[in-house]
């Protein structure tokens, strides 16, 4: 009874010691990276690595000071395709296996989250200094009651992204082609993962529902993990190249639970074959079958959900000249907004009024440029 009780209260100690730990891991505060100033003093920089997250998740710039965010983007897929700076309202596209620079002015001080398209990989820019007594700081940036960033005085060509500058269509094509690339190889990680998963999945099924059925040849573990293993590690590289990343930069998400959970069961099935006497009588079944079936599973949804936005591009591309109800007061425009699509970032500045106002320009929702707008 006394060791019943010792062994409780160890695993108890040691299951609130690794919940602490990983409470700490994935919530405590993180360290900020400090920007490099060049050596003129005029402008300070950081480049951020997009691989599953942004490294450093965290950067710390001064205020004062334009800011230069290089961002080296070392996968492709539609998560990280974009990074949106919401107080900043920019939203710059983010070509894949390729580095762009986004170029901003001397802000206040503050925090700026930035974050992927989809809003599941996020990322902070810090700046610290000190403000004049009217809450400006030196060069007349003043921040405003919703968080963001007045910048009086500054030109549209204070906001850059890209170099060199690329117009609309050009950043259109570019991104058509990374898609249409990105299709062509998950189509064919999906027939590779379907083509292997099948058997050992049928045969499971068939086994467990009447093991007369099927030859016991067919059910070897190790028959099983020769099928499976080119699923696990070949099919399923873009998903454990995205999840692990992302936990280590304390933002998981679902490519995270897919490689967690896959993992586990590959490595448990593959004990069951090397030394089955490890586990109790009656937990020897190994899990290969879901290995497969899950990592081809994401991977056609990964495929679906492409297609559907490249439909959806194209829809965009054939609808450039579009047309849309004027505003009145009830619905008022934003004071500023800046846009980029890999070149020169817009400010458009408006003051909302009681007349409808005249349909001067609309946005294309995937690469914020503007377009001409019919009557």
């Known amino acids: 009874m006394e060791l019943s009780i010792f062994s409780a209260a160890t695993a108890l100690i040691a299951a609130a010691a690794l919940t602490w730990l990983v409470l700490r891991f994935f919530f405590g505060t993180q360290k900020a990276t400090a920007g490099a100033m060049d050596a003129s003093g005029e402008r300070q920089s950081a480049t951020i690595t997009v691989k599953g997250g942004y490294s450093p998740a965290v950067i710390s710039m001064r205020t004062g ?3 230069t965010l290089t961002f080296d983007r070392q996968e492709t897929g539609e998560c990280t395709s974009h990074v949106v700076f919401a107080d900043l309202g920019l939203d710059a596209m983010l070509p894949g296996n390729a580095t762009t620079d986004v170029e901003l002015p001397a802000l206040p001080a503050g925090e700026y989250p930035f974050a992927c398209g989809m809003n599941m990989v996020h990322g902070l820019l810090r700046v610290e200094g000190e403000e004049s007594k009217d809450g400006a700081d030196k060069d007349g940036l003043r921040p405003r009651a919703d ?15 890209g170099a060199p500058v690329v117009d609309a269509a050009e950043a259109e094509r570019r991104e058509a082609a990374e898609r249409a690339n990105e299709i062509k190889a998950l189509t064919k990680l999906v027939i590779v993962g379907a083509v292997l998963t099948l058997p050992v999945f049928a045969v499971t099924m068939l086994h467990m529902a ?4 099927v030859p016991h040849w067919m059910v070897n573990p190790w028959l099983q993990a020769i099928l499976i293993t080119p699923v696990m590690f070949y099919c399923g590289r873009p998903i454990h190249t995205v999840g692990f990343p992302a936990l280590a930069h304390r933002s998981p998400d679902m490519n995270s639970l897919v490689s967690l959970g896959t993992s586990a069961a590959y490595l448990y099935s593959l004990v069951t074959c090397i030394a089955p006497w490890v586990f109790p009588e009656g937990s020897r079944e190994p899990y290969f079958e879901s290995v497969g079936v899950v990592i081809t599973l994401v991977l056609v949804g990964r495929l679906l959900e492409t297609k559907a936005r490249e439909g959806t591009g194209r829809r965009c591309s054939r609808l450039s000249n579009c047309a849309r109800a004027p505003r009145t007061s009830s619905t008022p425009l934003p004071q500023t907004m800046w846009t980029a699509s890999n070149g020169v970032i817009r400010r458009i500045s408006r003051t909302p009024t009681s007349t409808p106002s005249p349909p001067a320009t609309c946005w294309s929702s995937r690469t914020a440029s503007a377009c001409p707008r019919t009557a």
């Open 147 to 161: 968080g963001s960033a007045e910048a009086e005085g500054v030109s549209p060509s204070d906001l850059r992204v």
């Open 210 to 213: 009447n093991p007369a059925l």
């Open 65 to 67: 000071t334009p800011i």
